[in-house]
Structure formats: structure tokens, C-alpha cells
């Protein structure tokens, strides 16, 4: 049985744009905070993860609900996320969700029943298999027709974006390398950044996302 006080927070964007801008994660967040406001905020710990929601074996795909399963688990928690289809459009993930024995709430519906959930996962497997069809017949109309599909405009922006992103990152590299080198998690680097008044890239705080988009970048660089 989980302690009602203890939360473990799990967010997903399904595109590394999304992940980039972090609009999803942000909104995701704060969607929780407000949730949890009174009753288990800050949660015990935080997983960000970048990754498609598609397929049965999702959960194999994603290392990071994986992990923040296991955690629940581990502190008697309840597993917590701004949205149902955060999680998978997908049944019978769903369902193997709850045969983990984990508790979680979705905070769109936090009183919705097992039966419930399997509900609107099935609706919105069903509208994920519509939209697919629905984006296939329109590409395939537009070849039809000789478009020429993309944009090399937004490509030449989102590569510059990415560049001048990267290039931010590296000026955090010093003070980030001395903090992990002494093992701090992802959360506990956002606030070691907070306590010694460094501004996030976007002039802000730092959460658990865009200290985890930072790690990623830095990664990368390596």
C-alpha cells in the first residue's frame, strides 16, 4: 500500500523536439505541481524521459518509467503524471502498468476507476490508429499531387536552434562536471544549480527536465 504523502513523478514527450523545447515537460510539471500542491509536493524524486509511446512493449523502450517504477516501489510511493496518454495509447500497456503492483495517478482523472482506465486507454488507442491513418492518406494525396514535402526553411531553423543550444550547454560543462562527479542525481543537480544562483539557459530555475535536457547535451558534446 503506498504512503498517501509520497509521490514518485514521471514525464514523457514523445519527440526529442518537444524534448528540446521543453514546453511539454514545463507544462507536464506544472500540471503535477498544482496537483500535488498540499499534499506531496516536491515529489521524493523525478524521471524525464524522451521516447515514443507506441506499441505493446513500451515499457521496454523506456528505461526512465522503468526506473521510475522502481522507486515507487521502493518508497512505497504512488507513481504520478499529467497524463494518461503519457503514459501509452495502448491497452495492454496499461494493463501491465497495474499488474506491476504500483499505485499512480493520472492527474487529468486522478479518481478514475481501473475500469476507467482501461476505457480511455482503449479510446485513445483508437484515436492514435485514426490520426496515423488519417497523416499516411494525407502524405500519400500530397506525393499524388507532386508536393514536395518538408521544409527546408524550418530545417535551417531548428539546426541553428540545436547549435545555439549546444553551445549554451558547454558554458554550464565546468560547474555541472565538478557537481556529478560527486554523484548527484538529476534532481539534486537542479538544486545545487538553484542554491548557488545560476539562471537555467532560459534565464529561470532549474527543474529536473531542463537539468536533464542539459546532461543530455553535454553527453553529447563528450
Given at each position: 500500500m503506498a504512503n498517501p504523502s509520497k509521490f514518485v513523478a514521471y514525464f514523457?514527450?514523445?519527440?526529442?523536439?518537444?524534448?528540446?523545447?521543453?514546453?511539454?515537460?514545463?507544462?507536464q510539471r506544472e500540471a503535477v505541481r498544482v496537483y500535488l500542491a498540499g499534499?506531496?509536493?516536491?515529489?521524493?524524486?523525478?524521471?524525464?524521459?524522451?521516447?515514443?509511446?507506441?506499441?505493446a512493449n513500451?515499457?521496454?523502450?523506456?528505461?526512465?518509467?522503468v526506473a521510475a517504477i522502481t522507486a515507487a516501489k521502493r518508497h512505497k510511493a504512488t507513481l504520478v503524471i499529467?497524463?494518461?496518454?503519457?503514459?501509452?495509447?495502448?491497452?495492454?500497456?496499461?494493463?501491465?502498468?497495474?499488474?506491476t503492483g504500483v499505485d499512480f495517478v493520472a492527474v487529468d482523472n486522478p479518481n478514475a476507476s481501473p475500469f476507467?482506465?482501461?476505457?480511455?486507454a482503449s479510446m485513445s488507442q483508437?484515436?492514435?490508429?485514426?490520426?496515423?491513418?488519417?497523416?499516411?492518406?494525407?502524405?500519400?494525396?500530397?506525393?499524388?499531387r507532386g508536393t514536395r514535402l518538408g521544409n527546408p526553411q524550418i530545417a535551417g531553423l531548428v539546426a541553428r536552434h540545436r547549435k545555439?543550444?549546444?553551445?549554451?550547454?558547454?558554458?554550464?560543462?565546468?560547474?555541472?562536471n565538478v557537481l556529478r562527479a560527486n554523484g548527484l542525481s538529476t534532481r539534486q543537480l537542479a538544486v545545487a544549480l538553484n542554491e548557488r544562483g545560476i539562471a537555467s539557459p532560459?534565464?529561470?530555475?532549474?527543474?529536473?527536465?531542463?537539468?536533464?535536457?542539459l546532461i543530455q547535451r553535454l553527453t553529447a558534446e563528450a
Open positions: 514523457r514527450v514523445s519527440t526529442a523536439a518537444q524534448g528540446q523545447s521543453g514546453l511539454g515537460l514545463e507544462a499534499k506531496g509536493w516536491p515529489p521524493i524524486d523525478e524521471f524525464v524521459e524522451i521516447e515514443t509511446g507506441k506499441g513500451a515499457l521496454a523502450k523506456r528505461p526512465q518509467l499529467a497524463r494518461l496518454d503519457r503514459l501509452a495509447r495502448n491497452v495492454h500497456f496499461i494493463s501491465g502498468l497495474m499488474e476507467e482506465l482501461h476505457i480511455r483508437e484515436e492514435a490508429r485514426l490520426i496515423s491513418e488519417r497523416t499516411k492518406a494525407a502524405l500519400q494525396a500530397a506525393k499524388a545555439a543550444a549546444k553551445a549554451k550547454a558547454l558554458t554550464y560543462a565546468p560547474i555541472v532560459g534565464g529561470g530555475r532549474w527543474h529536473t527536465s531542463n537539468a536533464h535536457k
